[in-house]
Nanobody
């Protein structure tokens, strides 16, 4: 079993920054692909970022590319998401996810085996 716990969400004005963290336990963190997703009310869960096991490769959709940065600290079993230049449309619950059974980074939520409980990010205009 793997536990994922997000933190760092909150209320921020447009143009501001937040840094999300995802603390993991229960299985070797360095063997998992990791990702961030978000879900706004009434909408489907949306891919935000992914990172390989080594941390050397990342993937972002155009909606956040250049503003968000995913990173990981394998020694501390922690995943991060630095979010800059936030926009009201970034408002959502943000989830971290771990994938142990897929060999490549994925934008598909179905590729991920474990999920955190989510942290709310609200960006005011």
């Amino acid at each position: 079993q793997v536990q994922l716990v997000e933190s760092g969400g909150g209320l921020v004005q447009a143009g501001g920054s937040l840094r999300l963290s995802c603390a993991t336990s229960g299985r070797t963190f360095s063997t998992s692909l990791m990702g961030w997703f978000r879900q706004a009310p009434g909408l489907a869960r949306e891919f935000v970022a992914a990172i390989t096991r080594s941390g050397l490769s990342t993937d972002y959709p155009d909606s956040v590319k250049g503003r968000f940065t995913i990173s990981r600290d394998n020694a501390k079993s922690t995943l991060f998401l630095q979010m800059n230049s936030l926009k009201p449309e970034d408002t959502a619950v943000y989830y971290c996810a771990a994938a142990f059974t897929t060999p490549y980074m994925s934008r598909n939520p179905d590729s991920y085996n474990y999920w955190g409980q989510g942290t709310q990010v609200t960006v005011s205009s």
